[in-house]
């Protein structure tokens, strides 16, 4: 009886841990659909299955919800940056001026050129990149852009790759989730256990 007891919450613990192991094993497995035979029900694992419905509702929520275009425009749409893409531009006009402007004619507008057309220019981008940005972010928030290209990536994913993915971001998590199935199902074997022993 003593045995008995003791072995009840140690089973438990091991069917617990078991079926949540089984459980996120089967968010990968099988990759292939597996018919069982008598009720001509089809088995396939969870991502294998709706590999392209994960993949569309992510690419939706990453669109809709965490990082929406306007985000990413604002996060680039800075002062700091547009101040270096003209200066960007500026140089490039600069090199292209070097090679296709005569050196006595460039020594003449060089002056012109570094103390007004560069302030000119770099204030007409300015401008025009913050317009633009806004422009931009409406028209690929509309259109869903980030969406559709989440969702390709996705899907483009070998299941094995996705797994591999997420192992490598949820591995911590999912060896916790297999442990909290032992320890619940061992205190639900104590509390069997002390009930058969007090009964």
């Known amino acids: ?3 008995k007891l003791v072995l009840m919450p140690v089973i438990a613990a091991f069917i617990g841990w078991g079926t949540n192991v089984l459980a996120i094993r089967m968010l990968f497995w099988p990759r292939k659909p597996i018919r069982i035979p008598l009720i001509g029900y089809e088995f396939c694992g969870l991502l294998p ?32 940056m547009r101040q270096h893409l003209a200066h960007l531009i500026c140089t490039n006009i600069e090199s292209k001026l070097k090679r296709f402007v005569p050196a006595f004619l460039l020594r003449s507008i060089q002056g012109l050129f570094d103390n007004v057309l560069k302030d000119l220019v770099a204030r007409e981008i300015g401008d025009l990149i913050a317009n633009l940005g806004s422009d931009l972010a409406t028209e690929l928030q509309s259109t869903g852009l980030l969406a559709r290209l989440v969702e390709e990536k996705i899907r483009s994913y070998d299941i094995t790759g996705l797994e591999s993915l997420i192992l490598q971001v949820a591995r911590t ?16 074997g104590l509390i069997q256990t002390a009930i058969v022993y007090l009964v």
Request: hydrophobic share 45%.
């Open 1 to 3: 009886m003593t045995i």
């Open 49 to 80: 299955k709706r590999q392209s419905d994960i993949a569309r509702s992510i690419g939706e929520i990453i669109n809709d919800e965490l990082l929406p275009i306007q985000s990413l425009v604002d996060a680039v749409n800075t002062k700091e």
């Open 173 to 188: 998590e999912l060896r916790y989730i297999e442990l909290l199935g032992a320890i619940l199902g061992g205190m639900i």
